[in-house]
């Protein structure tokens, strides 16, 4: 019911910078668990789209991330678990080859789920070939990725309206859902009694 109130209430105006961080799925999306939820960071939904001559591709991506996320950049945290001593990260990825962190439940239920949808002309292998590849762009971004605790899953849709090129597809793909995972990062709000990118980059 949820869903189909959604498709009802979508329209060609409901796009833009304002569809992003604590809507929808963003609601209750975190990242950084490593250390418990009280030490994760806000995060949310986000999306991102390039264009190359009448090629078209975007994502739409919740994130929702047993790990941190990273400016591809500087390699700097941008949000994820935080220390239990000051103001600095964690760093889940260092801190799992700690033997001491071995132990260390992690909470269930992480994932970060979207779609990458493009105007390109693809077949069903080569939709799904996308798919895979827009994971690399997941990957660029989330420290540890795809781990046993999340549920990564990326969907593609095809509209099929220009003759595209699989490797540039790919790429693509790859950084609209990088610029997607940063997007719901950044726009993100404080809520639930847990800081947001913003909030701890002051």
């Not at 990242?31 to 939820?37: A, T």
């Amino acid at each position: 019911a949820m869903g189909y109130a959604a498709c009802e209430a979508a329209s060609a105006e409901a796009q833009g910078d304002g569809i992003a961080g604590n809507v929808g799925a963003g609601c209750g999306a975190t990242v950084g668990k490593l250390l418990g939820m009280g030490r994760a960071t806000k995060a949310g939904i986000g999306s991102a789209s390039l264009r190359v001559g009448r090629l078209i591709v975007a994502a739409l991506v919740a994130v929702n991330a047993f790990g941190d996320v990273i400016d591809p950049a500087s390699g700097a945290i941008v949000a994820g678990a935080r220390a239990l001593v000051g103001d600095g990260w964690t760093n889940t990825a260092k801190a799992l080859r700690n033997p001491a962190m071995r132990g260390v439940r992690a909470l269930r239920g992480n994932t970060v789920i979207g779609v990458v949808a493009t105007n390109g002309r693809l077949d069903a292998a080569q939709a799904n070939t996308l798919a895979s590849a827009a994971h690399d762009g997941l990957a660029r971004v989330i420290r540890p990725s795809h781990t046993l605790y999340d549920g990564d899953t990326l969907f593609t849709l095809a509209t099929g309206q220009v003759a595209a090129d699989q490797v540039l597809l790919a790429d693509m793909a790859t950084e609209v859902v990088a610029g997607a995972i940063l997007n719901a990062v950044w726009a993100a709000e404080d809520a639930g009694g847990l800081p947001c990118a913003r909030t701890l980059a002051k």
